[in-house]
C-alpha cells in the first residue's frame, strides 16, 4: 500500500520534448520581454544622438532661454517646457476632484444602478473620442462658449499677471481644459476600479461603529484605495504631457513667453508637431533636444509614481 502511494505521487520522468518546449517558450518569452526596453532604449539614443549638436552649443541655456529664431539660429525651450508643464499640473488639478467624485458616485449606492451604468458607460466612452476630434470641438464649440467668461476674468482681474492678457481666442486656459476633457476618463476609471476593490467590510465596520456615508468615504473607502487613485493620477499626468493635437490646435502656438493663461503659448509636443516637418539643419537638433527633455520628464513622472504607489500602498495595507 505504501509502495502504491509512493510511485502515485513521485515525480514523474519528464520526456526531452517536453523539455524542449518549456525551454523554447522560456526563452521567446524572455525575448518578447526585452523587446520593450530595447526599443525604448532605442529611442532614447536615437533622440539624444540627434540632439548633441544643440546639448554641446547650448548646454543647459537651452532650458533657460525662450528665444526660437531660424534665421539667427538661436534656440531655446523654456517656453515649450513652461506651457508643457503649467497645463499638465492644471488640467490635473481641475480633473482630480471631478474624477474622483465622478468615480465615488458611481461605484456608492447613491443613484439607481441603471443609472450609475450609463454614467459609467459614457465615461468610458469619452475616452474613445480622437484626439483630433476634441480639437476640432475645442476650436469651434468650446472656446467661443468660453470666451465670454474669460473676459469677464479678464476685466476683473487683469491687473494680476496670470489674467493680464485678453482672451482673442486660442490660448493656454482653452488647452488646459481640453486636456481636462482627455484625462478625466482615465483618472475616473482607474479610481472606479481601486474603489470597487475596497473589502466590503471595511464599508461594513464603519457603518457598525456609527459612521455616517461621508465620513465612510472620506475616512476609510478612499485612503484604502488611495494608491490605485494616486496611480490613475500620475498617469493621467503622463497622457497630459504627451498630449499633441488637441491641444497643437487650441493652444496658440506661440513661442513668445507670457505669465497669463489666457496668452497663447507652447507645449513641446504642439512644437515638435509643428515644426518638424519644415526643420533643417541645427534646428532639428533643438527640437530632438526638447523631444529629450519630454521623455526625460515623462520617465520622472513614471518613476515618481511607481515611489508614490509603493509607498501608499505600504502606509495603506
Avoid: C
Amino acid at each position: 500500500m505504501d509502495k502504491a502511494i509512493k510511485s502515485k505521487f513521485s515525480l514523474r520522468t519528464r520526456p526531452t520534448s517536453e523539455k524542449l518546449v518549456d525551454a523554447s517558450f522560456k526563452n521567446i518569452v524572455v525575448a518578447m520581454a526585452s523587446m520593450v526596453a530595447i526599443v525604448l532604449f532605442s529611442i532614447f539614443a536615437v533622440v539624444y544622438y540627434e540632439s548633441t549638436e544643440s546639448i554641446s552649443r547650448y548646454g543647459l541655456r537651452f532650458l533657460f532661454s525662450s528665444a526660437w529664431n531660424p534665421v539667427t539660429d538661436e534656440y531655446g525651450a523654456f517656453t515649450a517646457i513652461y506651457g508643457t508643464l503649467f497645463t499638465s499640473i492644471a488640467s490635473l488639478l481641475i480633473a482630480i476632484p471631478l474624477g474622483v467624485g465622478t468615480a465615488i458616485f458611481i461605484t456608492e449606492n447613491i443613484i439607481p444602478k441603471y443609472i450609475r451604468n450609463v454614467i459609467g458607460i459614457m465615461v468610458e466612452l469619452l475616452a474613445a473620442i480622437p484626439s483630433v476630434v476634441l480639437g476640432l470641438w475645442a476650436v469651434f464649440i468650446m472656446e467661443p462658449f468660453i470666451r465670454p467668461f474669460l473676459n469677464i476674468i479678464y476685466e476683473l482681474f487683469g491687473f494680476i499677471p496670470f489674467f493680464g492678457t485678453q482672451p482673442l481666442g486660442a490660448g493656454m486656459m482653452p488647452a488646459i481644459l481640453i486636456l481636462v476633457v482627455m484625462i478625466l476618463p482615465i483618472i475616473t476609471s482607474i479610481s472606479k476600479d481601486s474603489l470597487n476593490q475596497v473589502p466590503s467590510k471595511l464599508r461594513q465596520a464603519a457603518y457598525g461603529i456609527g459612521a455616517s456615508r461621508w465620513t465612510t468615504i472620506f475616512k476609510v473607502i478612499i485612503p484604502a484605495a488611495i494608491s490605485g487613485i494616486t496611480g490613475g493620477v500620475l498617469l493621467a499626468l503622463g497622457r497630459a504631457m504627451g498630449e499633441t493635437m488637441a491641444v497643437t490646435m487650441i493652444i496658440g502656438n506661440s513661442n513668445n513667453f507670457s505669465w497669463s493663461i489666457f496668452a497663447p503659448s507652447y507645449t513641446i509636443s504642439s512644437m515638435l508637431a509643428n515644426q518638424f516637418g519644415e526643420a533643417d539643419g541645427s534646428q532639428v537638433s533643438s527640437l530632438m533636444y526638447a523631444a529629450l527633455i519630454l521623455m526625460i520628464l515623462t520617465l520622472l513622472v513614471n518613476v515618481f509614481a511607481q515611489w508614490i504607489v509603493k509607498r501608499l500602498s505600504l502606509k495603506y495595507q
